[in-house]
């Protein structure tokens, strides 16, 4: 038998980690003979991938950076480009008789599809399969067979979650880019999802609501109920969220549920009265696999075999053009509505006229991917024209941002250990934004990162010919000793060098910015306090999920020192203020809210949202830390006449407003209580 020779079109994360570790089980039916991908670099990745897992003849393999390039190579591809790509690579393919393997979704357009089944359905065409390795999970296959055995009865419910934050780590932005990628969730994960339903259910659905939370970008959650003739569906998607990766389908004889990654976990097979039937695994019987590798082989095999003549393809045409239908209806058809997000949104049109717009400025922001960082980029994208250059350690942890208009985005990868990164991200831009400093690793990790990442911000800024740095520094940066007011004159603290912690990274890091300013380069620095707000970690998610016994410990009602808090919408205009006033160059501002909050307050309003009651209704736990007590009875109080002198900034959002928004916030992400529940 001759093997069938084999490209790879699009050699990103998807290629390297499912299709070429299915190659070296298939030696003789399949033959890997060329490597295509618009970036050089990412097939020479995958090719030094295909010789570390063992391929066969890769001294042959070529490599080229399109299809017709290399054209001589190969009889059949599979293709695994950006969505929005897939029309016109697999309809040159099949005019020039080359067979495709085509990963999910077909396209990105109804029409497109239509038009590639067409082709693939015409006399003599080459064969066009679609991957949709799913329905070889073994627990897929085994909720089909219940389907149409009967075991289930009628099916008149699913219900279907996948839901955590995104975990892959994309080569590129294409994942996130509208323009590539077509659509966020939906397109991605939906594609699969709706192949399965189709597969299990049949081809009549109906579109009963569509929402997602798209901005103009690509939507990272959403929320469909279908109708298949009589059988209900609701299905939950999303790249920020823990909801689980469950589905559920209940008939009048039983109910099954499956865990919907691969593998699926434990399985269970209850009848209407209650009877278990199964729970545990499920066995893989063929054409299902239980290894990850075997599912792509299996797949490709099949091709292989469809493109020889000797079996039909595991997915068809026709089943990819149904997936792009639905997919399209749930985005365009008139049951879409778009999902309230008013932390995301709020405050876009109130500020209208009140915040510099940077008409023709280019922004940089550090630690995009972060609390303060992506918030204040959703602030320059929704209530400014500047453009937005957001510089990310990876794109995966960038997910949020996606849902952001895009015009005017422009994602940069960038180290702050790595200077050269850093400069080709900040070539171009007027300004930047440093927020990132080193919140993970160890002690010398995070160190370098805040202090030694902030020398190289400074350095590749001014080598890049930017006009101002404007860094996020903090209120610690002042002596804890301090008393009564406290301002910008207040005595620093203390320099220890042997201590290495947060603090004294921000005061060493606020030091090399003071010292970078002049010649030709500006610096201002910002001074928060306890900022707080939805994404916020320490002063918001760490305290949703402190141990209860804490709460017996700490302030409550009026008690406690002075709170010096600021919600995160103002530190974002505080800081776009700091980005255009001339007067702010070479000067350090403490931003916060001018309500005298107190340290009980700040934490009856946490008390409220996880549903405990005053110190008194929980047991004490774990001692709270000295350390931490004392800083809950500080009376310093921030005086922020500075700032709203030179910047012209007054915080507007009380903390009691704040709150609320959080709140709900707090509800849908799954950090309150009943959202948990």
């Not at 089909?144 to 975990?167: C, S």
């Not at 590798?293 to 595991?314: I, K, M, P, Y």
């Not at 509505?337 to 949104?345: N, Y």
């Not at 600021?566 to 702010?584: G, R, S």
Request: proline residues 5%; contains cysteine; hydrophobic residues 45%.
């Amino acid at each position: 038998m001759t093997p069938v020779r084999l490209a790879i079109v699009g050699c990103g994360a998807a290629a390297r980690g499912c299709h070429l570790p299915a190659l070296p089980p298939l030696k003789g039916e399949v033959q890997l003979t060329a490597l295509i991908d618009r970036d050089p670099r990412q097939a020479e990745a995958a090719l030094a991938l295909y010789r570390e897992l063992g391929g066969t003849a890769a001294e042959q393999v070529v490599l080229a950076t399109d299809p017709a390039e290399a054209a001589d190579a190969f009889d059949a591809a599979v293709v695994v480009a950006p969505h929005t790509l897939h029309a016109p690579i697999v309809e040159a393919l099949l005019a020039a008789g080359k067979h495709v393997l085509l990963e999910k979704p077909m396209t990105t357009s109804v029409e497109d599809a239509h038009r590639l089944a067409e082709a693939a359905a015409a006399e003599g065409a080459p064969v066009l399969a679609m991957a949709h390795p799913r329905r070889l999970f073994p627990a897929y296959a085994w909720v089909k067979r219940l389907i149409d055995g009967g075991d289930l009865g009628e099916v008149v419910r699913v219900d279907w979650a996948e839901g955590h934050p995104y975990a892959h780590e994309p080569v590129s932005w294409s994942m996130f880019d509208r323009r590539l990628a077509g659509g966020g969730v939906l397109t991605d994960t939906a594609s699969h999802v709706f192949d399965t339903l189709l597969w299990w259910l049949g081809p009549e659905v109906e579109v009963v609501r569509a929402e997602d939370n798209s901005l103009g970008g690509v939507e990272t959650d959403a929320r469909v109920h279908l109708r298949f003739g009589a059988t209900d569906v609701a299905c939950d998607f999303s790249r920020l969220r823990h909801l689980g990766i469950s589905a559920t389908v209940t008939g009048t004889r039983a109910t099954v549920t499956i865990g919907t990654d691969f593998p699926a976990g434990e399985c269970t097979l209850v009848t209407a009265d209650g009877q278990e039937l199964h729970r545990g695994d499920v066995a893989a019987v063929a054409p299902a696999q239980d290894e990850w590798e075997l599912l792509f082989s299996e797949q490709l095999a099949n091709f292989a075999a469809a493109v020889r003549g000797t079996a039909a393809v595991h997915s068809t045409p026709q089943d990819g053009v149904r997936v792009v239908e639905l997919i399209q209806e749930c985005y365009g058809g008139p049951a879409h509505q778009r999902s309230a997000q008013p932390w995301t949104t709020r405050g876009r049109e109130a500020t209208a006229g009140d915040l510099p717009a940077l008409t023709g400025r280019t922004v940089a922001v550090t630690g995009a991917s972060g609390f303060i960082g992506g918030r204040l980029v959703e602030r320059l994208v929704l209530g400014t024209e500047a453009r937005v250059r957001p510089v990310v350690r990876g794109f995966g942890r960038a997910a949020r941002l996606s849902v952001l208009p895009q015009d005017r985005l422009e994602f940069r990868q960038g180290d702050l250990l790595d200077p050269t990164t850093l400069r080709a991200a900040f070539e171009g831009c007027d300004t930047v934004v440093h927020c990132a400093f080193g919140s993970s690793g160890d002690e010398d990790g995070r160190w370098a990162a805040s202090v030694e990442g902030t020398a190289n911000v400074l350095a590749a800024a001014r080598a890049a010919g930017v006009r101002r740095v404007v860094h996020l520094s903090t209120i610690d940066v002042y002596d804890p000793a301090v008393t009564g007011a406290l301002t910008e004159d207040s005595p620093a603290r203390p320099a220890d060098p042997a201590d290495r912690e947060y603090e004294q990274q921000k005061l060493a890091a606020e030091r090399l910015v003071v010292q970078a300013h002049g010649d030709g380069l500006e610096t201002v620095v910002i001074q928060p306090g306890v900022v707080h707000g939805p994404w916020g970690g320490q002063w918001t998610t760490a305290q949703l999920q402190r141990p209860e016994g804490d709460f017996a410990q700490l302030p409550a009602g009026g008690g406690g020192g002075v709170c010096n808090a600021v919600y995160v919408d103002d530190l974002a205009e505080a800081v776009l203020l700091a980005v255009d006033t001339e007067a702010a160059a070479g000067e350090r501002f403490l931003v916060g809210h001018p309500e005298e909050l107190r340290w009980g307050t700040f934490f009856d309003a946490v008390r409220a949202l996880r549903g405990l009651g005053g110190p008194t209704a929980v047991t004490a736990g774990e001692p709270v830390a000295d350390w931490e007590l004392e800083l809950y009875r500080s009376t310093a109080r921030a005086d922020y006449d500075k700032a709203r002198r030179v910047l012209g900034f007054t915080a507007r959002t009380p903390f009691a407003e704040a709150a609320v928004v959080t709140a709900a916030w707090a509800r849908w992400a799954g950090e309150a209580p009943e959202a948990r529940a």
